[in-house]
């Protein structure tokens, strides 16, 4: 079945200091990814919808120069978390949405504790 | 805007025993309906889905759910449950893949030996 690869799995970054975190469609082209956060014990929360070629669509509340997200090819997209601080620290997952059948494949997450 | 509510935060039952998770959903058209589980530390995992026709929807692992309009619900099902099933599980509604995707709360569904 489709494949999507979140790396790093794991990162622990010192506070002031940019994570990126890559979101990678192994086997399918995806225009479009999303990309949401989720705290401990709770859903996941949409913070922007990725699109190949263009801008991204953030969601309300979320702060568009503190999470950049670049979708540069069909089949990888980035969240950059700049000047990261400790209540940056959570769990990010990435969801590929494959273009030839809409269907949507989600990433392993990736943790981040910011220091 | 379209919700989706689970009632049930946390579930325990005994390895073997059937088990039903609830999901109940407010959305303005005819909605896609998605049932996910998540591992601890893991990415999120499709158990099934509906988007129109029979509305008893078998997924994978055993599990299967049914979509009640007139209770806009989608409760997923299992017979027989087994110690891996030990998880926390999302309901999610959309307009389709991703557009305009909500996911419920979750259950965490605990299973004792």
């Known amino acids: 079945g489709a494949v999507v690869s979140q790396h790093p799995s794991w990162v622990i970054c010192k506070s002031g200091t940019s994570v990126k975190i890559e979101c990678r469609s192994l086997d399918f082209q995806a225009t479009t990814m999303f990309w949401y956060r989720q705290f401990p014990k709770q859903s996941l929360m949409l913070m922007a919808t990725s699109n190949e070629g263009s801008k991204a669509t953030y969601e309300q509340g979320v702060e568009k120069d503190k999470f950049l997200i670049n979708h540069a090819s069909l089949t990888l997209s980035t969240l950059t978390v700049t000047s990261a601080h400790p209540e940056d620290s959570s769990f990010y997952i990435c969801?590929?949405?494959?273009?030839?059948?809409?269907?949507?494949?989600f990433g392993e997450g990736s943790r981040l504790t910011v220091l | 805007a379209q919700s989706v509510t689970q009632p049930d935060i946390h579930i325990t039952v005994s390895e073997g025993a059937s088990l039903e998770l609830r999901c109940n959903y407010s959305?303005?058209?005819?909605?896609?309906l998605f049932w996910y589980v998540q591992s601890p530390g893991q990415g999120l995992q499709l158990l099934l889905k509906?988007?129109?026709?029979?509305?008893l929807v078998q997924g994978i692992k055993g599990f299967e759910a049914e979509f009640k309009r007139s209770q806009s619900s989608f409760n997923l099902r299992k017979p027989s449950v087994h110690w891996s099933d030990a998880a926390e599980y999302f309901c999610?509604?959309?307009?389709?893949?991703?557009?305009?995707?909500?996911f419920g709360p979750g259950t965490r569904l605990s299973v004792l030996p």
């Open positions: 959305y303005g058209a005819t909605p896609y």
């Open positions: 999610a509604v959309g307009a389709n893949y991703g557009q305009n995707f909500v």
């Open positions: 509906y988007f129109s026709g029979d509305t």
């Open positions: 969801s590929a949405r494959g273009d030839t059948t809409g269907e949507l494949f």
